[in-house]
């Protein structure tokens, strides 16, 4: 599907990336085109019937992790035995998100249960706010930042800030904030998501400490081609 700014009810099949054509909605040609036309070496993928907790897409999910790149699974993980499940189904990482989570306790069993290497934690943003919908006991003080060192005292190794306005807007990444991010978790792998727009972007996100970037509308459209990609994983 392609994401624009959150509203899920507004989201359409993707139907074609870098001149491909896509069977609207067949998940793992896109992926395909992600990784053997334009040399991603890993895919991201929100399940979101699992984040809205409803019926997951398992037999989509296991399509996907059949392939050779490496598998982040985003399905609404909300305790210990949905992040087995993940697992189950083939995610190389398991991706728990603030807009689901419980508590931060139980982000810690998580990363105790299935090894923090293999946990990402979604810090979801809408408009530079956190998304707290499940009465996640947070930090005092609620600042992105302050979320972060939480999430990284509580044992992840990964740390994905993500804002959900910006998704499929072209509307570019908040890097101030970014950067205030990584000085509040350094010892953490940072990703940026959201608002990816074109080359200057992934260097605008390398220089703010970030070690990758989700990308998707930029990939559809073309702005950032198999010539990019390839010198992305040089930054």
């Known amino acids: 599907m392609h994401a624009r700014a959150g509203a899920r009810d507004r989201y359409s099949a ?3 990336a ?7 909605g067949n998940a793992k040609t896109l992926a395909e085109v992600y990784t053997d036309v334009l040399g991603i070496s890993e895919i991201y993928a929100a399940d979101l019937d699992a984040i809205l907790d409803r019926q997951p897409q ?13 598998l982040w699974l985003d399905a ?15 995610a190389s990482r398991v991706i728990v998100g603030l807009e689901t989570l419980p508590s931060f306790a139980v982000l810690s ?11 990402v934690f979604s810090l979801d943003l ?32 990964t740390l994905i800030v993500i804002d959900l306005a910006r998704v499929g807007t072209s509307r570019g990444l908040d890097v101030a904030l970014l950067a205030r991010i990584r000085a509040a978790a350094p010892g953490l792998n940072l990703i940026a998501g959201g608002g990816v727009r074109a080359w200057d972007d992934l260097v605008d996100v390398a220089k703010a ?15 950032i081609g198999a010539v990019e990609i390839a010198e992305a994983q040089k930054l």
């Open 58 to 70: 398992d037999e989509v999910t296991r399509d996907l992790a059949s392939m050779p790149s490496p």
């Open 126 to 157: 809408r408009d530079g706010q956190p998304m707290v919908t499940n009465g996640v006991q947070l930090p005092s003080a609620l600042s992105p930042e302050n979320i972060a060192g939480a999430a990284a005292a509580g044992g992840v190794g």
């Open 209 to 223: 400490g970030c070690h990758g970037a989700l990308l998707a509308t930029a990939l559809h459209n073309g702005k």
């Open 14 to 16: 993707v139907q074609s």
């Open 18 to 24: 870098a001149g491909w054509p896509i069977d609207p």
């Open 109 to 119: 069993q998580i990363c105790g249960a299935i090894g923090r290497d293999r946990v």
């Open 76 to 90: 609404g993980v909300r305790s210990v035995d949905d992040a087995r499940r993940a697992i189950a189904v083939g």
